[in-house]
């Protein structure tokens, strides 16, 4: 991997400071820019023009929130990689190229190389060490904005980084335990299998095997849906579902011993207390899963007390699992998985009427569905991202005209979102810049 250029980093604190002096000129709500293509892309325009307000010099990154000093998680800025990518696709320049340029090469700092058995992205930039806690969903959302930004540029170097997300996933994230059936861990300490893990794993091999050719791309994204498909369904809906705890299979000849378990699960809960207390980013993944009913408290989340088998089909697990099965049918012939993917897909339109999580999970569903929108002659996935678009314009932002609201008006708490959120501002800027790129 090629070493991070600083003095692409002095270069771009000098751009930042040019664009936010053009903010001002910038309508102060977006809700003036209504909800054509050319909106999407002003108010996509502003949103990352706005992200110098989280950046910290003596840090040489973005903080979480305004007025912040520690580094932002590798989960709270991937919107801003995804904002950067959308706008580059949907408007090819030569400002908006190096702002994705300058963002994929810095996101290099997120490789941990000593990280075992292979290397993968880890929670903070320039963090080493193989007992540093990494989560394989967040390499998953990493490779797939690594591969917008190679579908953007054609730079073959974030090609690779893509390729490097999908190997520490298929090789660190699989459950090799004897006697289990498989199963995408949700991090490194090996707590329990999530279907964030699942979507983005999936979805980024099958990316990959469209891009390259190479079968085991595609072996892998199958064997991850055949597991998906057999041990993590909602059997009320058929979407995919949460988590699953090992050793809760029906089937009990399945449950490991305690000698076949290569980490136990005391140690392993007791591994995501203290990372979840160390990543509360990672701990509001939980606290913003909760189906549609009111969510379980942080400090619930963080105590690793979570049920063997966790059914809510959240919106950011199924629009990936919809696409990849499209992507998987377009490239090898095989109906089953297109049809497969418009049943998913038919089924969103009943359970998601209203998004719950927050703009930050919601975008994933969105950006997927609007890709799946693309080849599929029904207007009912482009309808379901522009209600929600047309919504953020208007609601979105609050009085400063940060993008610190979510979709429907509410405050970043009813997001799982600190207040000032990097994160909640970029999620938005990228939904718009998306609507740009894909949007009719």
Not at 96 to 104: K, M, R, S, T
Not at 258 to 283: H, S, V, Y
Not at 324 to 345: N, V
Not at 395 to 412: P, S
């Amino acid at each position: 991997m090629p070493i991070v250029r600083r003095s692409s980093v002095t270069g771009f604190v000098a751009l930042l400071a040019a664009a936010a002096a053009v903010v001002c000129c910038l309508a102060s709500s977006a809700s003036a820019y209504g909800g054509s293509r050319t909106g999407y892309l002003r108010a996509a325009n502003k949103g990352a023009k706005q992200l110098h307000r989280w950046w910290v010099r003596g840090l040489q990154w973005y903080t979480p929130v305004l007025g912040g000093t520690r580094n932002a998680s590798l989960w709270q800025t991937v919107p801003i990689f995804e904002a950067y990518a959308g706008l580059d696709l949907a408007q090819p320049s030569r400002r908006h190229e190096l702002l994705l340029d300058w963002f994929a090469e810095n996101a290099e700092r997120f490789l941990n190389s000593s990280l075992e058995p292979v290397p993968g992205f880890g929670n903070r930039p320039d963090q080493e060490g193989a007992n540093k806690t990494a989560w394989f969903d967040d390499n998953g959302w990493w490779g797939l904005a690594y591969l917008d930004a190679y579908r953007a540029t054609g730079n073959p170097e974030w090609l690779t980084d893509a390729e490097i997300a999908q190997k520490f996933i298929s090789v660190s994230g699989w459950d090799t335990t004897p006697g289990r059936p498989g199963g995408i861990w949700w991090n490194t300490n090996r707590s329990f299998y999530a279907g964030e893990s699942l979507a983005g794993g999936t979805l980024l091999s099958a990316r990959l095997y469209a891009l390259t050719h190479d079968r085991h791309y595609l072996d892998d994204a199958i064997k991850f849906i055949n597991w998906g498909d057999a041990w993590l369904t909602d059997p009320s809906t058929g979407l995919y579902a949460r988590l699953r705890k090992p050793g809760t299979y029906p089937d009990t000849t399945s449950a490991p011993t305690a000698a076949t378990t290569p980490i136990g699960t005391a140690q392993a809960a007791a591994a995501d207390r203290r990372a979840l207390a160390d990543n509360p980013d990672e701990a509001a993944k939980l606290e913003a899963a909760g189906g549609g009913s009111p969510p379980a408290g942080r400090a619930g989340a963080a105590s690793g007390n979570y049920p063997p088998f966790a059914p809510s089909p959240m919106p950011y697990v199924n629009g990936p699992m919809i696409l990849a099965h499209r992507i998987i049918c377009d490239q090898t012939g095989k109906r089953s998985y297109c049809d497969r993917a418009r049943e998913l897909a038919n089924t969103t339109l009943r359970v998601y009427r209203r998004f719950w999580m927050g703009p930050q999970f919601d975008f994933w569903y969105v950006r997927t569905m609007l890709e799946f929108a693309q080849d599929d002659h029904s207007e009912n996935w482009y309808g379901i991202a522009r209600r929600s678009a047309r919504s953020a314009l208007h609601k979105a932002h609050d009085r400063q005209g940060l993008y610190l609201r979510t979709w429907y008006g509410k405050k970043a708490a009813a997001a799982s979102a600190p207040k000032g959120s990097l994160q909640l501002h970029a999620a938005n800027a990228a939904l718009f810049a998306w609507m740009g790129a894909l949007g009719r």
